[in-house]
């Protein structure tokens, strides 16, 4: 069974742009979620998708958002990027009580 | 938000020791993983274990939730063993708390 995949593995943007970032769930796995993880700040939870709606979310700004398609693959989108966004942003799916599994990850860069 | 605590924050061992990771959490949860994240920032599912104890040849965990802390224990630790070891817990709907990680060095 595939795992969880994520595209594009590695992103070099500027400061204003926008970026969207794509996860691929493992198949049948219905809940998705997202982290963004930085030196400073460790992992923290962004939001968690289930049938296409948001369930939970973070503490981050509204520049953040994401949604989900109804095959369970997920995106989320940056807007308006500033320098503190670059991070390693880590997609996980799972079936419910069940362990989350990540992908590879995308690498974001803001200059 | 639920503080977790692990601890140490840095480890360094010669390839055969053993060691344990500890992790301290501040509320009850419902769900509790350990995590093996390796040079390349892959997050590796080690443990799902919410209480009791489990064991994966060589790795072994153990959750106290009455007391609100997980332990990680590492035998006979290995190279490819090195990388950042994080647990992460879960109170609510699938939104999990990570703590700071402990990095861990084997040296051969």
């Known amino acids: 069974k595939a795992g969880v995949t994520q595209t594009p593995r590695y992103l070099i943007k500027t400061r204003g742009q926008q970026v969207t970032l794509s996860c691929s769930p493992i198949?049948?796995?219905?809940?998705v979620s997202w982290y963004q993880q930085t030196p400073g700040q460790g992992l923290q939870f962004l939001f968690e998708y289930f049938s296409e709606t948001q369930r939970n979310k973070g503490n981050f700004p509204g520049r953040f958002s994401g949604r989900q398609f109804s095959n369970s693959r997920s995106e989320m989108n940056v807007s308006t990027l500033e320098l503190g966004d670059s991070a390693l942003y880590l997609c996980a799916s799972s079936l419910a009580g069940s362990p989350l599994h990540f992908g590879n990850g995308t690498r974001l860069t803001v200059t | 938000g639920i503080q977790v605590e692990q601890s140490p924050p840095d480890l360094i061992l010669q390839e055969g020791a053993n060691s344990t990771l500890r992790c301290n959490f501040s509320d009850s949860v419902n769900n509790l993983q350990w995590f093996h994240q390796n040079p390349w920032g892959q997050l590796i599912n080690l443990f799902y274990i919410p209480s009791g104890t489990k064991q994966n040849g060589r790795l072994s965990a153990t959750t106290v939730a009455t007391e609100r802390y997980s332990l990680l224990y590492i035998s006979s630790s290995q190279t490819t063993d090195s990388g950042v070891y994080f647990c992460?817990?879960?109170?609510?709907?699938?939104?999990?708390?990570f703590g700071t990680g402990t990095s861990l060095t084997v040296i051969p």
């Open positions: 198949s049948g796995h219905r809940s």
């Open positions: 992460a817990v879960e109170k609510i709907g699938n939104q999990f708390y």
